[in-house]
C-alpha cells in the first residue's frame, strides 16, 4: 500500500481546485465543496457549553432549544448547508439553519420536538457546508 503525507495540498491547473476521481472511475468531485466548513458538539441543556469544533468561535443560547453557532472564520454568504442532530432528548425533530436569521457569520439551529415543543437536548451537534469566504 502507497501512503502520501505532506502537509499541504495544491491544485496544478488552480491552487484551490482538487479534483478527486470517484468510483467506477467516471466522475469526479471537488475536495474542496465535499469538506464540512464547520462543525460543533455541544451542550444544549443546563450551561450551554461547547464540548469540541472546528471553526466555531462560540454558541448563543438564544432561548429554550435554541442557539446560534457563531462561526470562527466567515462563510461567503448565507447560502449555505446546515444539518443538526441531538441526542438524550426524546422525538426531537432537529431543525437547522433558518432562512433569513442565517448570516455569513453563523446560523441559527433549532430543536423541537415532533408537537413543536422546543427543548435542550443534552447534546447538540451542527454541520455546515459551503464556502469559506
Known sequence: MSEIKTNKLTGTSTAGSILVTGE?????????????KAWVNFNGSGTV??????NVSSIT??????????????????????????QSWADVASL???????????????FRDYASNYGDPTICTTTIHGDLA
Open 49 to 54: 457549553a461547547v464540548r469540541d469544533s472546528n
Open 61 to 86: 443560547d438564544a432561548g429554550t432549544g435554541q442557539y446560534f453557532v457563531n462561526a470562527d472564520s466567515n462563510m461567503a454568504n448565507a447560502n449555505f448547508s446546515v444539518s443538526a442532530a441531538s
Open 96 to 110: 437547522g439553519g433558518a432562512g433569513d436569521d442565517m448570516s455569513a457569520s453563523g446560523t441559527p439551529v433549532r
Open 24 to 36: 467506477g472511475n467516471s466522475t469526479t468531485t471537488s475536495l474542496q465543496q465535499g469538506l464540512a
